[in-house]
């Protein structure tokens, strides 16, 4: 399933009170990450988990290339219509 991630980096080595928020970079991209049913809703429709944060956290550093000590913040993810 595409969703649209968007998340701030966090640098290898940098600890929680060596910055600000505000002051990471932040980045919006899309993604095809696996999802897993979760039955239905009373209409019919289908529901559906998103993925875990530590499978999107592993695609950002597998797209770019990160290593296991650069930490990506996901800030917000939302599936994409199909089609």
Request: net charge negative; charged share 25%; no cysteine.
């Amino acid at each position: 399933m595409r969703y649209l991630v968007r998340y701030a980096i966090i640098p290898a080595g940098v600890g929680p009170d060596d910055y600000e928020p505000a002051d990471l970079s932040r980045h919006t991209e899309e993604y095809d990450l696996p999802s897993e049913p979760g039955g239905t809703y009373p209409d019919g429709r289908p529901l559906v988990y998103g993925p875990p944060i530590p499978v999107v956290e592993d695609a950002i550093r597998a797209r770019h290339g990160l290593s296991r000590d650069t930490n990506p913040l996901v800030l917000d993810l939302n599936a994409l219509p199909a089609g």
